[in-house]
């Protein structure tokens, strides 16, 4: 049985205050009997982490990321942050190479494989980030395109540490626009994504990687989403920045 994961993407949302109150709302929900199995994830800014932790305590279904790390392990990189600094504040998962940092900040697969590579060094969850611009889809070259993000950045790894990658499919035309891929089209990405980590590595590997959904993620389509066999979970932008919808949507399992 694979992790059942709702893990919300606050990307640069939120002063302190503001974040306290979301994160202390959402664990205190999280206790509902119901989502016991359930994994639920906040990414939030650096600035929040150590608060936030506090916020999370001994709750064990709930767990903190962080939304990008630097490549090198420490050095002359100013305003960039390592993987040892994330791991000594007891950070959990790191999302890298969200579709926002492939673009605005022209993070390259190098970079990516690095990245992922020191996260795991640091015994943290690289929650990995795929995903086509409309055109590349329209193109039909979606399914080259996401094969390509992985084998770049992955698939260098031995099988023990990429069987430790969590995967995010999120299509850039669904992210913030209110456009949700289809449950079809979703299942369909998730299905071959599966399936080239099948190829790359085994089947008993691509059968444990969970592998999430991202983009307009609301709670009105969680549920169909989720139900798709090869959908584990979701990484949710907007949603996520209500307590009560982000949790209606970790009941949508
Ligand atoms: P939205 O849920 O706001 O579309 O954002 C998705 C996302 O980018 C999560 O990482």
Redesign the pocket.
Known sequence: MRKKIAAG?W?MNTTLDEGLKLASEVVHMAKDESLSETTIMMSVPYTHIESIKKTIGNATNVFIAAQNCHQELSGAYTGEISAAMLQNLGVDCV?LG???RREYYKETYAELESKTQIVLKHQMTPIF?CGEKLATREENAHFDLVKEQLSSSLFELDAVEFAKVII?Y?PVW????GVTASDEQAQEMHHFIRHTIAKNYSDSIAKQIPILY????KPANAQTLFSCPDVDGG??????MDAQGFIDIAKSF
């Open positions: 993407n990307k999302v969200h579709s926002e980030c995010a999120e669904a992210i913030g626009t991202g983009g307009s993620v990484l949710i932008g907007g949603a996520s």
